[in-house]
């Protein structure tokens, strides 16, 4: 027996629109059971435990079926290397919320690779199972910090993923915003346009080059500069509701600004260690039509992990 704890993870941040995301230390868990442990004689069985706020996760049970994206991705694995699996038995217990810009189904794809490598006992160097969980997922700015922790900045040039891990500093604090409300990766990237003009390519690469390197050098003062965005934020802000409002009262209350999660409608704020900022969203998201679970939320630091049960 044992179990795979992975990362929640925020991607685009701001500016670095397919090419960066963070690891939040709010995780799915699957513990594996395998041949005698098994307490059935199903092939595989697969319970479910979800919660981080019932009134998010309503509306968005986990499948117990073979249309699991655990269970899918396992078995894709185990063609792919040619290697049969033991009987196996999954108990998933999931925090991150379905369609809320966190990265739950790279999550999914993430502990379900270190699961059938393990199962298979094939033994593949993380980085090449960080290869495979790329091309599946398609969004290398979520598995590559649910793989690593931290922030991760990288770019597939077709025939690998190269990456840089960056260390976020001890003096910001994030918050996440988790609306009541599911939004679809692919209504989000519906909304886009085809293609864009040179003056928003020059404004997003300015603020891409100009946040990392705030964080690299503790820049913070530049980062309410740095965290804008107009590749994909003006046009999937039409799909949440609030999402202005909200960032703008982030800013008033001290925080150094605010993004999209991903393709939403989860919103990330920045804001500086000790400054309440968390309070003071909460009584502003009370004014809204609807439901936003607020919270502080450090970085994971180490990305997905085995652990011996």
């Known amino acids: 027996m044992f179990k795979v704890k992975v990362p929640a993870t925020s991607a685009n941040m701001g500016p670095c629109f397919d090419s960066a995301g963070m690891a939040l230390s709010l995780y799915n868990e699957i513990t594996v059971l395998t041949d005698s442990e098994c307490s059935t004689d199903a092939p595989f069985l697969i319970q479910s435990e979800s919660g981080i706020d019932p009134r998010i996760e309503a509306e968005q049970p986990i499948p117990c079926d073979e249309t699991n994206l655990v269970?899918?991705?396992?078995?894709?694995?185990?063609?792919?290397?040619?290697?049969?699996?033991?009987?196996?038995?999954?108990?998933?217990?999931?925090?991150?919320?379905?369609?809320?810009?966190?990265?739950?189904?790279?999550?999914?794809?993430?502990?379900?690779?270190?699961?059938?490598?393990?199962?298979?006992?094939?033994?593949?160097p993380r980085g090449d199972l960080l290869d495979m969980a790329v091309r599946l997922e398609g969004h290398p700015d979520n598995v590559a910090p649910a793989f690593l922790g931290e922030m991760v900045v990288g770019a597939?040039?077709?025939?690998?993923?190269e990456y840089i891990k960056v260390p976020?500093?001890?003096?910001?604090?994030?918050?996440?915003?988790?609306?009541?409300?599911?939004?679809?990766?692919?209504?989000?990237?519906?909304?886009?346009?085809?293609?864009?003009?040179?003056?928003?390519?020059?404004f997003n690469t300015s603020r891409s080059a100009l946040l990392i390197g705030?964080?690299?050098t503790k820049r913070f003062d530049v980062l309410s500069v740095a965290m804008h965005d107009r590749l994909h934020q003006p046009y999937r802000g039409r799909l949440?509701?609030?999402?202005?409002?909200?960032?703008?009262?982030?800013?008033n209350a001290g925080a150094y600004g605010g993004?999209?999660?991903?393709?939403?409608?989860?919103?990330?704020?920045?804001?500086?260690?000790?400054?309440?900022?968390?309070?003071?969203?909460?009584?502003?998201?009370?004014?809204?039509?609807?439901?936003?679970?607020?919270?502080?939320?450090?970085?994971?630091?180490?990305g997905a992990v085995i652990e011996e049960e």
């Open 214 to 216: 705030a964080l690299l």
């Open 259 to 302: 993004f999209l999660s991903g393709a939403g409608p989860s919103i990330m704020v920045v804001a500086p260690r000790g400054k309440n900022v968390a309070s003071e969203l909460e009584l502003y998201c009370r004014s809204l039509g609807t439901y936003w679970y607020v919270s502080p939320v450090a970085p994971d630091r180490h």
């Open 71 to 124: 269970y899918t991705t396992i078995k894709w694995f185990s063609s792919r290397v040619g290697k049969a699996l033991p009987r196996f038995e999954l108990r998933q217990r999931d925090r991150i919320p379905l369609a809320r810009g966190l990265g739950s189904s790279a999550a999914c794809i993430t502990a379900a690779l270190l699961i059938a490598d393990r199962l298979c006992g094939t033994d593949i």
């Open 156 to 161: 597939l040039d077709g025939r690998r993923f």
């Open 240 to 251: 949440v509701h609030g999402m202005d409002g909200i960032i703008d009262a982030a800013e």
């Open 168 to 202: 976020l500093p001890e003096e910001l604090e994030f918050i996440v915003l988790i609306p009541d409300f599911p939004l679809l990766t692919e209504e989000a990237r519906r909304v886009l346009p085809a293609s864009y003009s040179r003056e928003q390519a020059v």
